[in-house]
Nanobody
Framework: QVQLVESGGGLVQAGDSLTLSCVASLHTFTTSGIGWFRQAPGKEREFVAAISWSAGNTYFADSAKGRFKIWRDNAKKTVYLQMDSLKPEDTAVYYC???????????????????WGRGTQVTVSS
């Protein structure tokens, strides 16, 4: 059974940083792309960032560019999302997702992902 477990969320103040982790129990982890999405109350799920299976390519939403970093440790089957200069509008539940056995470059569409975690809450106060 595939499991994705996110952690690292919390309540922070504007300008602070958080690093989220996503641990995957997936034997195809090293050949899968990983994405981070978020969903705020009353809003649709939106793409935040993604990393290719080889970690050679990373992708960011415009809202995350210059503030967020994504990297992966395939030996630990873990993907990290470092979020700096957090803003109140970053408040959301953050989900990681796996695009299994994928070597392409399209990551923004959540419908294409195979597995999802349960999410971790990030709250940024002003």
């Amino acid at each position: 059974q595939v499991q994705l477990v996110e952690s690292g969320g919390g309540l922070v103040q504007a300008g602070d940083s958080l690093t989220l982790s996503c641990v995957a129990s997936l034997h195809t982890f090293t050949t899968s792309g990983i994405g981070w999405f978020r969903q705020a109350p009353g809003k649709e799920r939106e793409f935040v960032a993604a990393i290719s299976w080889s970690a050679g390519n990373t992708y960011f939403a415009d809202s995350a560019k210059g503030r967020f970093k994504i990297w992966r440790d395939n030996a630990k089957k873990t993907v990290y999302l470092q979020m700096d200069s957090l803003k109140p509008e970053d408040t959301a539940v953050y989900y990681c997702a796996v695009r299994e056995n994928y070597s392409g470059s399209v990551y923004f569409n959540w419908e294409s992902y195979n597995y999802w975690g349960r999410g971790t809450q990030v709250t940024v106060s002003s």
